[in-house]
Nanobody
């Protein structure tokens, strides 16, 4: 499995960005996919996840109400719509995949099966 992330950039606080993560190969319905982020000097932290089969989602408290994760099966792509961005959202964002998992079980980076390359998101005040 290869994951290709894109869509990062620089925006002012209050702005929006949409990240994409396209996967090669088949995605099984029991798979969950999600996003993590890592700011300089900090550990990689969970942002959001979605189950490929039924669309259940799970979010970190820090992004609830501002970020929306979705997937389009026909495109084998997961999206992260980020609205009302804050400077503290600045980080490198990584997409990940965990097979046979619920979205809630994706919160620990060390258990992710596959990672995409990161995409930088910078939010200025």
């Amino acid at each position: 499995v290869q994951l290709q992330a894109s869509g990062g950039g620089s925006v002012q606080a209050g702005g929006s960005l949409r990240l994409s993560c396209a996967a090669s190969g088949r995605t099984f319905s029991s798979t969950s996919k999600g996003w993590f982020r890592q700011a300089p000097g900090k550990e990689r932290e969970f942002v959001a996840a979605v189950n490929w089969g039924d669309g259940r989602t799970y979010y970190a408290e820090s992004v609830k109400g501002r970020f929306t994760i979705s997937r389009i099966s026909a495109e084998n792509t997961v999206y992260l719509q980020m609205n009302s961005l804050k400077p503290e959202d600045t980080a490198v964002y990584y997409c990940g995949e965990k097979r046979g998992s619920s979205p809630r079980a994706m919160t620990m980076a060390k258990y992710i099966d596959y990672w995409g390359q990161g995409t930088q998101v910078t939010v200025s005040s």
